[in-house]
C-alpha cells in the first residue's frame, strides 16, 4: 500500500478549506481582547489545504482503523460490543447535546431526571446503595473506589491499612491503581483451576489489609463460586472487597456484586453499555457503593427534591471531592441510558445469557484445535493457548497476525499473564451463529497453517498497510510531533 503523506505535508500555502463570510460586527484587534503574555509570536504551523483534501485525508485515515462497526472484534475482556445507533441518534437530541453545565438546573431538569434514573438502574443492577456518574473510565472509577477505601480506613484511625490484595489474573489497572491511590498491592496466585485460591487469600489477608480488587466472573471468564467465602474472609480481616465490574456483561440481571458481599464497584458504560470505546475520548466509568461508603461519595450528585425536582447536590462533608470536571461525560451517560431503556431488565438478563452461550459455543467448537487450560463452562468470554502451536515455531502473536489477513480483529493476547501463550476470545451477544462460525472455521484454518506451512504465518499480516510493528517501541517512545519543516 502506498506510504500516505501526512497532512501537514500536503500544505501548500495559501489554500484554505472553507471562507469566513464579510465581518458584521465591530472589529475589535486581537491585542485588546487577549492579554499580552497569552499572544503568538509567531503564526500557528497549521496545513494549509483545501477542504476536499481534508476529507480525503481523514476518510482514509478512518479507513485504515478498525473498528466494530467494520467487523468481528473479540478482544477478550474489551467487549467490543455492538453499539446500537438509536443511542447516538438520542445523545444528539437538542435537550441534551446542547445543554451547558453552568445552565440554571431548572433549565435542565429532563437531563438531571436521565442522570438520576441511570444512578438508580446502575445501583439496582450492581446491588449497590448509591452510585456516582463522575469517573471517565474504568482505571478512573478504580481510583475512585479506592479513595474512598482510604478515606474509610483513615476516618476510623486505621492508618495502617495499607495493601490491596489482587489475584495473579487481575486486569492490570487494579494494581496501578492501588499504587495510584497510594497503597501496595500484595499479588495473590489463582488455583490451577484458575480460581481464588482461599488459602493464599487466608494467608494474606491481616491489620494492614484495606481491601481485596476482584472481578468475577474473573478475567479467565471463570466464575469464583466461593465468593461469598472470599468476601467474608477479606470483611472478618477489617478489610473491604472492591468489584471489577468493567466488564459485567455475564452478570446482568442474574447476579449482583453487592449480593456477592462486595461494597464497592465500579462499571465501564463502553464495555457493558454498548457507550463507543472511544479512541482516548469520552468514556464513563460510574462508580457504585455499599451505605458504609456514602459518606465518601464524589459529587455532585442529582437528587430529587419532595416536590419532584431533580438537582446536583454536592454531597461535601467527608466526600473525597470531585473526580472529574462539571459532572461527567453526559453525552455517554445519554447512551447508556437509551441502551437499559431499550433493552429493559429483561433485555439485559437475555443480553448476558446471550454472551455466556456465546463464549461457550466458540470455547466447544475451538477445544479440539487448541489447548484449554480451563476446559469447563465459561462466562461471557474464555482463554485458550497458543502453546500447542509451539513445536511448529508459531507462537500466539503468529495467530494474531495472520487472523488480520481475514478481516479479524485479533483477540486479546498474552493476557491474563498467568496462562502461557494466552488467547482471549469475548465474543459478545451482538453477533450472530454465522460471525461465529465464520470465526472459528478461520481459527482452525490457521491451526491447520501452523502445521503445514509455519511461514505462511510468520510473515503474516499480507493485506495491512503495515505489518510487524514495535509494538512495545510505539507505546513506550511514541513519536507524536510531525518532524517535517
Ligand atoms: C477494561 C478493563 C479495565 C479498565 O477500564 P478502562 O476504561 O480501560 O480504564 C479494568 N478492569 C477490567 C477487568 C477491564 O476489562
Given at each position: 500500500m502506498k506510504d500516505k503523506a501526512l497532512i501537514f505535508e500536503l500544505s501548500t500555502p495559501g489554500r484554505v478549506a472553507y471562507s469566513l463570510p464579510e465581518i458584521d460586527v465591530p472589529v475589535q484587534p486581537v491585542e485588546e481582547l487577549i492579554p499580552a503574555q497569552f499572544l503568538r509570536k509567531e503564526e500557528a504551523a497549521l496545513p494549509e489545504v483545501y477542504e476536499v483534501d481534508v476529507i480525503r485525508h481523514y476518510t482514509e485515515l478512518s479507513r485504515r482503523n478498525f473498528g466494530v462497526d467494520n467487523g468481528f472484534y473479540p478482544l477478550g475482556s474489551c467487549t467490543m460490543k455492538y453499539?446500537?445507533?438509536i443511542n447516538e441518534d438520542v445523545?444528539?437530541?437538542?435537550?441534551?447535546?446542547?445543554i451547558h453545565p453552568y445552565q440554571p438546573e431548572e433549565s435542565v431538569q429532563g437531563a438531571l431526571e436521565l442522570m438520576h434514573t441511570l444512578q438508580n438502574d446502575l445501583a439496582g443492577l450492581t446491588g449497590m446503595d448509591a452510585?456516582?456518574?463522575?469517573?471517565?473510565?474504568?482505571?478512573h472509577g478504580e481510583w475512585t473506589g479506592l479513595m474512598m477505601i482510604r478515606a474509610y480506613h483513615e476516618e476510623r484511625g486505621e492508618h495502617n491499612r495499607v495493601k490491596v490484595i489482587v489475584p495473579d489474573s487481575s486486569h492490570g489497572t487494579n494494581p496501578a491503581s492501588a499504587s495510584v491511590a497510594g497503597f501496595q498491592t500484595v499479588t495473590i496466585p489463582s488455583k490451577a483451576n484458575g480460581l481464588v485460591d482461599l488459602d493464599a487469600l487466608r494467608g494474606a489477608v491481616g491489620e494492614d489489609t484495606a481491601a481485596l480488587m476482584l472481578t468475577n466472573p474473573n478475567t479467565l471468564g471463570l466464575f469464583e463460586e466461593q465468593i461469598v467465602e472470599i468476601a467474608e474472609i477479606v470483611h472478618e480481616a477489617g478489610g473491604l472487597v472492591y468489584y471489577d465490574g468493567a466488564n459485567s456483561n455475564a452478570i446482568m440481571g442474574i447476579t449482583r456484586p453487592g449480593d456477592m458481599g462486595f461494597d464497592v464497584v465500579h462499571l465501564n458504560l463502553h464495555k457493558t453499555m454498548s457507550t463507543p470505546h472511544g479512541g482516548g475520548g469520552p468514556g464513563a466509568g460510574p462508580v457504585g457503593v455499599k451505605n458504609i461508603l456514602l459518606p465518601y461519595l464524589p459529587g455532585p450528585i442529582v437528587v430529587k427534591n419532595e416536590d419532584g425536582s431533580f438537582a446536583f447536590s454536592e454531597k461535601q462533608d467527608r466526600s473525597i471531592g470531585r473526580v472529574k470536571a462539571y459532572y461527567?461525560?453526559?453525552?455517554?451517560?445519554?447512551?447508556?441510558?437509551?441502551?437499559?431503556?431499550?433493552?429493559?431488565p429483561e433485555g439485559l438478563r437475555t443480553v448476558s445469557e446471550h454472551a455466556v452461550l456465546n463464549a461457550n459455543y466458540m470455547r466447544a467448537r475451538l477445544a479440539p484445535y487448541f489447548e484449554m487450560p480451563y476446559d469447563r463452562i465459561c462466562k461471557h468470554e474464555f482463554v485458550m493457548s497458543g502453546s500447542g502451536l509451539k513445536p511448529y515455531g508459531i507462537h500466539t502473536l503468529d495467530v494474531a497476525k495472520?487472523?488480520?489477513?481475514?478481516?479479524?480483529?485479533?483477540?486479546?493476547?498474552?493476557?491474563?499473564?498467568?496462562?502461557?501463550?494466552?488467547?482471549?476470545?469475548?465474543?459478545?451477544e451482538t453477533e450472530s451463529k454465522e460471525t461465529l462460525d465464520d470465526f472459528i472455521d478461520t481459527m482452525i484454518q490457521i491451526a491447520q497453517e501452523a502445521k503445514e506451512n509455519p511461514e505462511l504465518l510468520l510473515n503474516a499480516p499480507y493485506t495491512t498497510p503495515v505489518t510487524r510493528l514495535d509494538e512495545?517501541?510505539?507505546?513506550r517512545k511514541p513519536v507524536l510531533n510531525c518532524a517535517c519543516s
Open positions: 453499539n446500537p445507533k445523545a444528539r437530541y437538542a435537550g441534551f447535546a446542547k452510585v456516582t456518574l463522575q469517573p471517565a473510565a474504568g482505571a461527567g461525560n453526559f453525552g455517554i451517560l445519554v447512551r447508556a441510558y437509551a441502551y437499559i431503556r431499550t433493552y429493559g495472520r487472523l488480520l489477513d481475514f478481516g479479524y480483529h485479533p483477540p486479546t493476547i498474552y493476557f491474563p499473564l498467568n496462562v502461557e501463550e494466552c488467547i482471549m476470545i469475548e465474543p459478545t512495545t517501541g510505539a507505546a
